[in-house]
């Protein structure tokens, strides 16, 4: 199960937490293929960025509750 974040006393859902980390990571990976051209590959771009969040999100909502992180 994932918990909320407690910062000062404010708690962040932790699908909140995980949404801004797939986030910017979707930028990470967008930087890389505007860097190396690959971005020339898709006609639709933003479908592409949409497509890329989706994927690193639910790796992440996959993944990181048997981590141990989100328990």
Known sequence: MITDL?????FIPGLLVLAVLALVATLLVIRVLVVTGLSRLFAGRPLVELAV???????????????????
């Open 6 to 10: 407690a910062l000062g006393g404010v």
């Open 53 to 71: 969040f989706a994927i690193i999100y639910g790796l992440l909502l996959q993944h990181l509750p048997s981590t141990g992180l989100f328990q």
